[in-house]
């Protein structure tokens, strides 16, 4: 085996035999921050993967040369890598597949000169992660084992393989079938995902143990730890007990291990990055490492507990916690395609290949039949002409009737008369018929069904950022903006433009089908063609031949390709799988929403981030003008004037898949945009002069989490450079809050430096602060205590140093920005995530920011969501996304069918939605109607016995979150309340019985 050095220096006649060109080589490690095929300023991903496929696909490496810090200044740095190295050192390489190591030297003064001096420990660590992954090269597969780690949060019987929109149990049972079939001994597989189901949660009822950890292995392990770590070990966790069962499934060579955390059931404590793993986690890491002998390890499902353990962000010194419990095995983690962000942090911080899997199947949203039944009856009031006013009155009577029954929530103004009112109403009627949703979960390397392939076609079809209905129009000499842009409009021959739209969606649908799903020769074109004259449209004929067109030939070459990669998503996925336990390079890809980019197929890939020195690119400070100037407007529109300041809240995956519209959308109320340097790389803040501008430059309260603090550093400059700017500026306040208010805050007593800090978040990077857990486990009393810990939490200001952000307490600036914010808003990205009803975090950020500046007396702030999942971006109602998102996933029964397929995981979806009902109810009120919280009790006793024997612990939880809400009043129905009780004692009967029958038998 050999390994080459700096390897970008290296021609490939070095590392080719001259005349048979066979690979010279088995892994290879550079160490300079630049591109392996080309230099810092040319050279591509392109260029290296090809060069990499050359050399026979070796594992590749690299680490940070670090010429920036000395080895102190690496101990005190919080990130692990000089700032201005990070992008050469740790984003480039990701974007080749490379995986990056810790720095392996250090810059060291001298008298005269400073030298670079090896990090001994690094230099070793380097050594055996490369040995380890080149030994499942040379191993023969029935001989590699393999750890499989889920799991388990909440902490509790009912989230046994929790994961992001991942069937855990059936792609657990899916990879040992991929095992299986290339040699790997697996024994006897499960007949049914259901049955490995049962297996993961008699697993974390301890029924089924792999051995037992004594005391004295627990304390020698300890000893790993640097003195500090250890002796904390013992402070937090005391003497371990005697014997330690860990618990797990054993599939021959195969072991399936829970992630552990007994001791850490408070919320807070399990994403405390102070806090040393339990003596449980350790067991369960240990054992796998150093008892069993993993050859390699696989966490299965965004994301665990490891990668947000204590540590380093981007490269691990020894002793972090990630790194510990790795323990240098090969190691490999499968995250869903929609999150590349926390994929980055857990590849940087426990050096992981990242599996990218599929969102689940997305269908188009179905809702209830009471929604069905309101779509119908919108249609019949326009269709009866306004002279009927009798006729329109009844049936707007039957359609306020079915609004206020379901819970249905309409933005329009409150002196609307019937047909505005029936307009907007219409309006957000069919921006739902328009939606997709995520059906289901996943299944790793399971390919999907042909419906499911279909549907999800369909979806990125319709939001391509190219139109085919907008080409298709065109072929027939139609402006479809014009149309699109008022449905309910007629045109010259009495057609309304929404019957114009569907005949034009119906010829892009022939072509599509003719072209693509069905792929036809010639004489098959020519039959499209002659359909497609034979038709008219709007009453015009085809006026241009569509294959004539080039944008239309790519197109349909583009969506050839993709129906093509959908059709072999679990294939490729267990293709990835096996290379990577082949010791085998892994293809990077980025990651991202499906949808909008078809280039995150095939999955299976190394997902990867992106240059973030890039953003925001061109179209999304487009994007971001363009909403800020919605958002402007319809804040005029509900309050009479501009606001002075506005409440942004930036997350990382979501400037990460929209490529940088929050920066921009920040940026562009400040009034100030972005200069970029020859590579198209941000350098600085420019401001936009006033006449330009044309408005007040708007000062904002950017609510930052702590992923996008440590991704995206040079963001939070951007932003600290345009408020300083705007700040200076030689303007009136009227026409700049920026300047006014730092003003006032200065002349408060406040430092400037504080003053102009705009960028707010946690202290000590946590993860899951006060608010995440109180809305988590509803320990709040009201409001109040919501929004008096999101101001607690997100006191902290970021401001940028020459080399690293910095987090210092600035509450006085923080609460008088809190108490001037008119508005809030944030971008939502992901169709396939489930938006507010899924993703925890918009409780725990919008809608608490909404309770904090309830909780100082302002009812009346406008919350916002700048919707960026359609082709065209629009603001749109934070509540009436939250109230219609439950619409048309849990009332949907079609929807609950989904879920419902997969068993045991996917009752835990209810609880996410359940959970966002209450928390976003409680935070901001007026959201979650009495009606709508009754039917979704109903809608859940209809479905108790089927979600209780599916997930009974999970059902119990569902169920006393409904009682909760009652207990809060956010209903009233004595009758309901009642069923529910019933039904949850005959639950706790059933589980203590079934408790009672298994201690009996462990007993015998």
């Known amino acids: 085996m050999t390994a080459v050095f700096n390897a970008h220096v290296v021609s490939r006649e070095h590392l080719l035999e001259a005349k048979t060109h066979k690979p010279l080589v088995s892994a290879v490690y550079h160490n300079v921050p630049l591109y392996l095929a080309g230099s810092m300023f040319s050279g591509s991903p392109e260029g290296t993967i090809e060069f990499i496929h050359d050399l026979g696909d070796p594992r590749v490496y690299t680490s940070p040369v670090n010429a920036a810090l000395s080895r102190v200044d690496l101990a005190n740095s919080k990130y692990g890598v000089a700032m201005l190295e990070y992008v050469g050192n740790v984003v480039t390489p990701e974007t080749e597949g490379i995986q990056p190591l810790p720095p392996i030297c250090s810059r060291e003064p001298g008298e005269e000169i400073s030298a670079l001096e090896p990090v001994p420990d690094r230099v070793a660590l380097v050594a055996d992660v490369t040995t380890r992954w080149l030994r499942l090269k040379q191993l023969a597969n029935d001989q590699k084992k393999v750890a499989l780690f889920v799991y388990n949060f909440p902490p509790g019987p009912g989230n046994v393989g929790v994961a992001y929109f991942l069937d855990v149990a059936g792609s657990i049972r899916s990879m040992l079938e991929g095992l299986a079939s290339q040699g790997y001994v697996v024994g006897d597989l499960d007949e049914s995902d259901t049955a490995t189901s049962a297996k993961l949660q008699e697993m974390y009822r301890g029924e089924h143990h792999v051995g037992v950890v004594s005391a004295e292995e627990m304390r020698d392990w300890a000893r790993d730890l640097p003195k500090a770590h250890e002796a904390l070990f013992y402070e937090t966790w005391g003497q371990p007990p005697s014997t330690i069962p860990v618990k797990g499934l054993r599939y021959g060579n195969v072991l399936v291990l829970l992630q552990d955390m007994r001791g850490m059931e408070d919320l807070t404590v399990i994403h405390d990055k102070k806090a040393p793993p339990s003596p449980w986690l350790l067991a369960s890491y240990r054992y796998a490492t150093r008892r069993f002998n993993a050859d390699a390890l696989i966490h ?23 790194e510990f419990l790795i323990d240098n095995v090969p190691h490999a983690y499968v995250f869903n395609v929609l999150d590349p962000v926390e994929a980055s942090i857990a590849r940087r911080r426990s050096y992981s290949t990242i599996l990218s899997h599929l969102c689940p199947p997305l269908k188009s949203v179905e809702g209830s039949s009471d929604l069905r039944n309101l779509h119908r009856l919108v249609h019949d009031f326009y269709n009866t002409q306004s002279e009927s006013e009798e006729a329109r009155a009844d049936l707007f009577d039957e359609i306020s009737e079915v609004v206020g029954r379901i819970g249905f929530r309409v933005d329009a103004p409150a002196d609307a008369d019937a047909s505005r009112y029936v307009g907007a109403l219409h309006d957000e009627l069919v921006a739902l018929d328009g939606e997709f949703a995520p059906a289901g979960q996943h299944v790793y390397g399971r390919n999907l069904s042909e419906d499911d392939r279909l549907d999800t076609f369909h979806a990125c079809i319709e939001y391509a950022d190219v139109d085919i209905h907008r080409l298709v129009a065109g072929c027939y000499g139609l402006d479809y903006d014009a149309i699109a842009r008022d449905p309910q409009a007629l045109d010259a021959t009495g057609q309304y433009h929404h019957e114009t739209l569907e005949e034009i969606r119906d010829a892009s649908r022939t072509l599509i089908e003719s072209e693509v799903l069905r792929p036809s020769d010639a004489a098959g074109r020519n039959a499209v063609l002659g359909i497609l004259r034979s038709r008219e449209v709007a009453g015009k004929p085809l006026s241009a031949n569509p294959y004539d067109l080039d944008e239309v030939k790519a197109f349909l070459d583009r969506a050839r390709e993709l129906w093509k990669q959908l059709g072999r998503v679990g294939d490729a996925e267990r293709e990835g799988l096996l290379k990577v336990l082949d010791g085998r390079f892994l293809d990077p890809s980025m990651g991202g929403e499906i949808v909008g ?77 972005v200069a970029k340097d020859f590579f198209g790389r941000a350098e600085r803040a420019d401001l936009i002069p006033l006449a330009e501008l044309g408005r007040p430059r708007i000062d904002i309260l950017a609510n930052t989490s702590a992923v996008f603090k440590n991704t995206f550093p040079g963001a939070i400059r951007l932003i600290h450079e345009a408020v300083a700017l705007a700040a200076a500026a030689d303007e009136p306040h009227e026409q700049n809050f920026v300047k006014k208010h730092v003003d006032e805050l200065v002349a408060s007593g406040i430092e400037r430096r504080l003053a102009i800090a705009r960028c707010f978040g946690m202290g000590d990077d946590a993860f899951m602060g006060q608010v995440g857990a109180m809305l988590d486990r509803g320990t709040f009393t009201d409001f109040r205590d919501i929004g008096a810990a999101w101001i607690s939490d997100n006191s902290f200001a970021m ?14 600036v923080q609460r008088y920005l809190v108490e001037r914010v008119e508005v809030i808003q944030q971008p939502l990205v992901q169709m396939g995530a489930g938006g507010p009803v899924k993703e925890d975090m918009f409780a725990s950020f919008t809608s608490a920011f909404g309770a904090a500046k309830r909780s100082i007396g302002h009812d009346d702030t406008l919350i916002v969501v700048t919707d960026l999942t359609r082709r065209e971006p629009r603001v749109r109602d934070f509540r009436t996304v939250v109230v219609n998102g439950v619409l048309t996933r849990f009332h949907s029964k079609s929807w609950r069918d ?49 979600i209780s024997t599916a997930n009974a612990h999970k059902t119990r939880e569902l169920g006393e979150v409904l009682l909760d809400t009652r207990r809060r009043g956010m209903w009233e129905d004595a009758d309901l309340e009642q069923a529910l009780k019933e039904k949850l004692n005959e639950l706790d009967s059933d589980v203590e019985i079934a408790t009672y029958k298994r201690q009996l038998a462990e007993k015998n």
Not at 652 to 665: D, N, Y
Not at 898 to 917: C, L, N, P, Q, T
């Open 300 to 322: 299965v499902g965004t994301h665990g507990l490891l990668e947000w353990s204590r540590g380093k962000e981007w490269s691990p010194a020894a002793g972090d916690y990630p």
């Open 597 to 673: 980019d078809w280039s995150v197929l095939p999955t299976g890939r190394n997902m990867a981030s992106t240059d973030v020195r890039m953003l925001p690119r061109e179209a999304a400070r487009r994007k971001g003008k363009r909403t800020v100037e919605q958002l402007l407007e319809t804040a005029r529109a509900k309050r009479g004037a501009f606001p002075e300041t506005v409440g942004v809240v930036l997350w990382g995956s979501e400037m990460l898949e929209s490529e940088g519209v929050g920066i921009a959308q920040a940026l562009d109320l400040l009034g100030a945009r």
């Open 799 to 812: 401001l940028p140093t020459f080399n690293q952000i910095v987090l210092e307490p600035a509450p006085d």
């Open 898 to 946: 989904r879920m419902m397929e997969h068993g045991y995981s996917g009752v835990m979806e209810f609880g996410d939605i359940f959970k966002a009902m209450r928390s976003t109810e409680a935070a901001l009120g007026d959201t979650i109607s009495p009606e709508l919280w009754k039917r979704t009790v109903e809608v859940t006793l209809d479905e108790w016995d089927r």
